[in-house]
T-cell receptor, first 113, second 109 residues
Framework: DAGVTQSPTHLIKTRGQQVTLRCSPKSGHDTVSWYQQALGQGPQFIFQYYEEEERQRGNFPDRFSGHQFPNYSSELNVNALLLGDSALYLC????WGGGETQYFGPGTRLLVL | GNSVTQMEGPVTLSEEAFLTINCTYT??????LFWYVQYPGEGLQLLLK?????DKGSNKGFEATYRKETTSFHLEKGSVQVSDSAVYFC????????FGTGTSLTVIP
């Protein structure tokens, strides 16, 4: 039973570029949440997707957008990259209405130069 | 608003020492509280949780008690091992998850 998978594992971009990160949830899960973890900090909630709709959003600008597909996988898109977007981006999956238990993927480390 | 404050690290202990990592929170309503652990190069793993006041979460020898009166959820372990070396995050869930900044623990033989 595969857990949460994310791709790519590492990514280097330059300021102003756009990036897409991908996440496949744990088998049986229908909800995907995205987090940004800056170096030395705790994860910060970006948004959550269920039934292909954004259900909740944290305090992140519109440059951060997402999508969920019918197979429950999800993408995180960041436009107009800033140096401050350099971080580990974590995906977590869960069941909608199934309590707060969520499983995290290994993350994608994004470096913006 | 909701927030979590964690004891600053890094923490270095000898094997078999007693561990306490302090965590306090601010929340509206009655959140659930969590401890997550992050091993080097890996994502976060749920260590334990408590969903209401006076609940005690426990796993792998770690324990934490949800204290509403002191708004705390301190993590404890009686005898740490080298394999416990990791970063520990305290978190709360109200309408969304809020994480502390993490406490790095190194256990030396």
């Amino acid at each position: 039973d595969a857990g949460v998978t994310q791709s790519p594992t590492h990514l280097i971009k330059t300021r102003g570029q756009q990036v897409t990160l991908r996440c496949s949830p744990k088998s049986g899960h229908d909800t995907v949440s995205w987090y940004q973890q800056a170096l030395g900090q705790g994860p910060q909630f970006i948004f959550q997707y269920y039934e292909e709709e954004e259900r909740q959003r944290g305090n992140f600008p519109d440059r951060f957008s997402g999508h969920q597909f019918p197979n429950y996988s999800s993408e995180l898109n960041v436009n107009a990259l800033l140096l401050g977007d350099s971080a580990l981006y974590l995906c977590a999956s869960s069941n909608w209405g199934g309590g707060e238990t969520q499983y995290f993927g290994p993350g994608t480390r994004l470096l913006v130069l | 608003g909701n927030s979590v404050t964690q004891m600053e690290g890094p923490v270095t202990l000898s094997e078999e020492a007693f561990l306490t990592i302090n965590c306090t929170y601010t929340a509206t309503g009655y959140p659930s509280l969590f401890w997550y652990v992050q091993y080097p190069g890996e994502g976060l793993q749920l260590l334990l949780k408590a969903t209401k006041a006076d609940d005690k979460g426990s796993n792998k020898g770690f324990e934490a008690t949800y204290r509403k009166e002191t708004t705390s959820f301190h993590l404890e372990k009686g005898s740490v091992q080298v394999s416990d070396s990791a970063v520990y995050f305290c978190a709360l869930h109200g309408n969304q998850f809020y994480f502390g900044t993490g406490t790095s623990l190194t256990v030396i033989p």
